[in-house]
């Protein structure tokens, strides 16, 4: 069940034995990529063992980067998934055609016209009456869609726009979070590489996933 402090989603997870850990260890929320260029992919079958694995009160996300809003309804649909994040250069109308899901609307920040480009998109959002149910920032690598274990400046954190539901990525370990969070003051905190083995993407370490969540808790109380 989820603890008292800042959210936690721990996203990348391939496996249903990972997704029983860090549900056992206090995550929030657990992603699924569906982006078929990331070394964390799983496909719909494994995404539905998964969800099985999960108890209740664990929410399942699930990740696209740049696919049609029509296929991405039609798989969180498949799979009964409330929730999507969608983590490429999506267009505003896509949360129109969402609206029947939460939308957890991801931004990739590696410079200040970044950060410009998130407000207005932001600002459009609103005057369609489609705000995303969550906003995630994550750091911007050419070429990577996201899991980069890079870290956003912290100038730009100075920058990012307030939201009640500010997800923060982005290079995120249990050696670091608590810093982060005590900077930033997000309203969740999404781990991926920096709770994985080295050379290993998509599985979690469960020690370093408890790690993570306990120092995250505890920066925020």
């Not at 391939?14 to 206090?26: F, I």
């Not at 995630?136 to 539901?165: K, N, Q, W, Y």
């Amino acid at each position: 069940m989820p603890g008292p402090g800042v959210l936690v989603k721990v996203c990348g997870v391939t496996t249903p034995a990972d997704a029983a850990a860090a549900a056992s260890a206090g995550a929030d929320w657990i992603g699924l990529n569906f982006h078929p260029g990331s070394p964390r992919r799983v496909d719909e079958p494994t995404a539905a063992r998964i969800l099985a694995a999960l108890p209740a009160g664990v929410e399942p996300v699930g990740l696209f980067v740049d696919r049609p809003a029509a296929e991405v309804a039609a798989v969180a649909g498949r799979l009964g998934l409330r929730v999507v994040q969608l983590h490429g250069s999506e267009p505003v109308a896509d949360l129109v055609a969402l609206a029947h899901l939460q939308v957890v609307r991801a931004f990739r920040l590696g410079n200040l016209d970044d950060v410009a480009r998130m407000s207005s998109y932001l600002a459009r959002a609103a005057e369609l009456g489609h705000r995303p149910h969550a906003v995630l920032v994550d750091a911007f690598v050419a070429g990577v869609a996201g899991g980069t274990g890079v870290s956003i400046a912290a100038p730009l954190l100075d920058a990012i726009p307030a939201h009640p539901r500010l997800i923060l990525a982005g290079g995120l370990t249990p050696a670091n979070v608590a810093d982060r969070v005590a900077l930033v003051r997000p309203w969740m905190v999404d781990v991926a590489s920096g709770v994985e083995p080295a050379g290993s993407p998509g599985r979690k370490d469960p020690d370093l996933v408890a790690a993570f969540i306990r120092a995250a808790r505890a920066s925020s109380r």
